[in-house]
């Protein structure tokens, strides 16, 4: 299996742009996550889809952000507009319910 | 909800040394992992241990669940091992959301 894959893994943008961050998980598992991390707050968990369906986005920052999961090959991180401090690490993880595996992560830069 | 610590927060090990890395946890938990964060970003991996013990290679993990903390073992150390230790678990009513330690850094020179 090819593991978790993410797009782009690098994305340089400008403040008030729109960003969309991609990921397709594991053939298979039936859980998705979205990460955040950076050197301040660390990993923090954005949001998880179970079976294409969003189950805690309690991790959300603000309205700026949302994400869907249209299939269960797919799933994309929108963030609009954004700005500066938007600027991280986003990782993208999947699961069948009990291990866990990570994508590479797009690392994000709000000018 | 349940809770994660790691200790030691950093480490530095001259190549060839052996180290342990501890994870303690509030609450009885379904699932523990350990990851490897390398100098590049990327999470990698190393066990899933919810209870008893494993081995890969120079690395090996053990967990006692009824105690609730979890060690890695790193023997013979390489400068590959740099970079950052995370265990996680979910917590006993799965939720499927896993809680993160804060980390170790470790640091093996040569």
């Known amino acids: 299996d090819a593991g978790v894959i993410q797009s782009p893994r690098h994305e340089v943008t400008e403040m008030g742009q729109e960003v969309t961050l991609r990921c397709k998980p594991i053939?298979?598992?039936?859980?998705l996550f979205w990460y955040r991390q950076t050197m301040m707050r660390g990993l923090e968990l954005l949001i998880y889809?179970?079976?294409?369906?969003?189950?805690?986005d309690s991790g959300m920052p603000e309205d700026r952000f949302s994400a869907k999961m249209p299939n269960a090959s797919f799933s994309t991180l929108k963030i609009q507009p954004s700005e500066p401090r938007d600027s991280a690490v986003y990782f993208c993880?999947?699961?069948?319910?009990?291990?866990?595996?990570f994508g590479p992560g797009t690392r994000l830069t709000v000018l | 909800g349940i809770q994660v610590e790691q200790s030691p927060p950093d480490l530095i090990l001259q190549e060839g040394a052996n180290s342990t890395l501890r994870c303690n946890f509030s609450?009885?938990?379904?699932?523990l992992q350990w990851f490897h964060q390398n100098p590049w970003g990327q999470l990698i991996n190393l066990f899933y241990?919810?209870?008893g013990t494993k081995q890969n290679g120079r690395l090996s993990a053990t967990t006692v669940a009824t105690e609730r903390y979890s060690l890695l073992y790193i023997s013979s150390s390489q400068t590959t091992d740099s970079g950052v230790y995370f265990c996680?678990?979910?917590?006993?009513?799965?939720?499927?959301?896993?809680?993160f330690g804060q980390g170790t850094t470790l640091q093996v020179k040569p």
């Open positions: 996680a678990a979910y917590g006993s009513s799965n939720t499927g959301k896993l809680i």
């Open positions: 609450d009885s938990v379904n699932n």
């Open positions: 889809f179970n079976n294409n369906v969003p189950i805690d």
């Open positions: 241990i919810p209870s």
């Open positions: 993880a999947s699961s069948s319910g009990v291990e866990q595996f």
């Open positions: 053939s298979g598992h039936d859980y």
